[in-house]
């Protein structure tokens, strides 16, 4: 064989090869960025199951809830035992500022649901400046298409890392589990988005406390890494969701999520804490003087509402019994003239 032909067939090989992992990594799919659900996802898709859930939902929810997952535990069923507004809980797990406005615009364009509140779950980290926008939500087209040109992932990018070696690795794991047996998943959804911990809610209870906050400091230390301001390119995205929604008449209540004490004492140590979070508190008195649809509330810590210090699934996810007072006081602000129920 001549060294041309040898050149060729390597590398044709190699090309047949690449597309082959290429096919079998979106088909397989192990990170949730794609459209393929061949197998389970290893990782927890929040905004796809969110985005399908939402499409599904039978009404038109009088409340739309957005936030990460330290918002997912306010329950629509207990604002319809209150108020008798129907609900939805959207929230996606780590989302940022452009999450919420994303949700919003897919919610509004694409499904034509129009809520007349938002309960607004708003992160301290939600603004970092230094994170990136999440993969979870780059590689996913329903959502993905709302981000500015700037932010969506080129091509190139998509290809690249179809070829990654998480994605690869990932796969390996998937078909391993495929071929013997996935483990149980750790968290289901209701019809209306309501969170449900399937591993955690039997075993961590106020009586039975153990959230392992621990464990949590160090991940929480990674996520407020270099941040030192608040982000302009999401305070872009944070506006303009104020903006869309207050040109539908669409109220927006909303909070400074809750996290543990004894992790917010770590991070004020290791963090700046104190610093960022009075910079989020600030910019957020300006957007409530501004906005006139638009009011927020501080219940970064559980005092700040009577809440439980035990009442934790572990250092950054409420239980029940605190998301439920939040909820109520959050339901207090809510104009009178938008309490009253869709009829349609």
């Known amino acids: ?100 406005y994303v949700m919003l615009r897919y919610a509004l364009e694409d499904l034509k649901v129009k809520p007349k509140i938002i309960l607004l779950g708003i992160d301290v980290e939600a603004f970092h400046n230094t994170a990136p926008i999440d993969e979870r939500l780059l ?11 700037e932010d969506k992932v080129s091509l190139k990018d998509k290809l690249t890392a179809l070829l990654s070696y998480d994605e690869t690795a990932g796969t390996v794991r998937s078909l391993y589990y495929a071929a013997t047996d996935y483990p149980d998943p750790s968290t289901s959804y209701d019809k209306n988005g309501f969170l449900h911990y399937s591993k955690k809610e039997d075993k961590v209870t106020e009586d039975n406390y153990d959230a392992k906050i621990e464990d949590y400091i160090e991940k929480y230390r990674d996520r407020f890494k270099g941040y030192t301001r608040l982000s302009e390119n999401r305070q872009e995205y944070f506006t303009d969701f104020l903006r869309i929604a207050k040109e539908n008449d669409i109220e927006v209540v909303s909070f400074i999520t809750t996290l543990h004490d004894d992790l917010i004492n770590d991070l004020r140590k290791t963090r700046g804490y104190d610093e960022i979070s009075q910079k989020l508190v600030a910019y957020l008195n300006d957007l409530e003087a501004e906005y006139n649809n638009f009011t927020f509330e501080n219940f970064d810590r559980v005092k700040k509402y009577d809440g439980s210090l035990t ?17 109520e006081k959050l339901l207090k602000k809510i104009p009178k003239e938008k309490q009253t129920a869709y009829t349609e």
């Open 1 to 100: 064989m001549s060294w041309k032909r040898m050149a060729i067939t390597v590398i044709l090989a190699s090309l047949f090869i690449t597309g082959g992992v290429m096919a079998l990594n979106y088909a397989v799919n192990p990170l949730g960025k794609y459209k393929s659900h061949v197998l389970p996802s290893l990782v927890w898709t929040g905004r796809s199951d969110k985005a399908a859930l939402l499409e599904n939902f039978e009404e038109n929810p009088d409340v739309l809830i957005l936030g990460s997952s330290r918002s997912m535990k306010l329950d629509p069923d207990f604002i319809k035992k209150k108020t008798g507004l129907t609900s939805f809980n959207a929230g996606v797990n780590s989302a940022q500022a452009e999450d919420y």
């Open 311 to 327: 009442a934790f699934y572990d250092g950054a996810h409420i239980q029940e019994k605190n998301a439920n007072l939040i909820t």
């Open 139 to 149: 590689f996913n087209n329903t959502l993905a298409k709302y981000l500015k040109k």
